[in-house]
């Protein structure tokens, strides 16, 4: 079955330590994103992914960090500059960059750093 | 810069019909969807207008005027699974999305 993998489904680390959160997808889809979605709030995009070795950072990008070395994977690291990192962290993909298709979403990693 | 508005709650009886408005202001525009998502879930996509005008797709229809930049989800003939959060969110550049804070949705026996 084709779709998007986010593992694990809860992560919890102590500040001041680096995290890193896997999104895997095998939909053949050029354009990955990042969001995260805090409670009562709206999703926030952290970054954003047109094509292999290239991204682009969205709103909230400042304490995080990508890579897109393969078109099947955008893992998202926060690091410890990230000064609120608890939160719900989705991964989403589209099947092209240039129209503005649907997104389809991850089951998400929900962080919790103490 | 982009403003995007919803209700933040809404409750409504099951078999009965809801509509969950969403207003924004956006300096481009390039579509608006609508997402559905339970809690503790992803969101999945419902509809998607670029177009002035309704469309239906089963037991939901979504509306667009680009003029009044409004948009609204129709949800008829309630049923309990659909007490979810409505995300609506619009597409300015093509590359990514920009969400409202999405409308809390109780449907109730």
């Known amino acids: 079955d084709g779709g998007i993998t986010q593992s694990p489904k809860y992560l919890f680390r102590k500040e001041g330590q680096n995290v890193t959160l896997s999104c895997e997808q095998n939909?053949?889809?050029?354009?990955m994103y990042w969001y995260r979605q805090d409670p009562g709030q709206g999703l926030r995009l952290i970054y954003y992914?047109?094509?292999?070795?290239?991204?682009q950072k969205g709103d909230i990008a400042e304490g995080y960090s990508v890579s897109r070395e393969k078109k099947e994977s955008f893992p998202l690291t926060v690091t410890s500059a990230q000064k609120n990192p608890t939160a719900f962290y989705l991964c989403a993909s589209s099947i092209s960059r240039e129209a503005p298709y649907e997104q389809y979403f991850g089951p998400g990693t929900r962080l919790t750093v103490t | 810069g982009q403003n995007i508005d919803q209700p933040t709650e809404m409750t409504a009886t099951e078999g009965a019909i809801v509509q969950i408005n969403c207003t924004y202001q956006?300096?481009?525009?390039?579509?608006l969807f609508w997402y559905q998502q339970h809690a503790g879930e992803a969101p999945t996509f419902l509809s998607y207008n670029v177009l002035d005008g309704l469309e239906e797709k089963g037991r939901f229809s979504s509306f667009l005027s680009r003029s009044k930049g409004y948009s609204y989800l129709l949800l008829k003939e309630l049923q309990m699974k659909d007490s979810a959060s409505y995300l609506c969110a619009i597409s300015n550049s093509g590359y990514a999305l920009n969400f409202g804070k999405g409308t809390s949705l109780l449907v109730t026996p």
């Open positions: 956006t300096s481009g525009f390039n579509g």
């Open positions: 992914s047109q094509i292999v070795n290239d991204f």
């Open positions: 939909l053949n889809h050029d354009a």
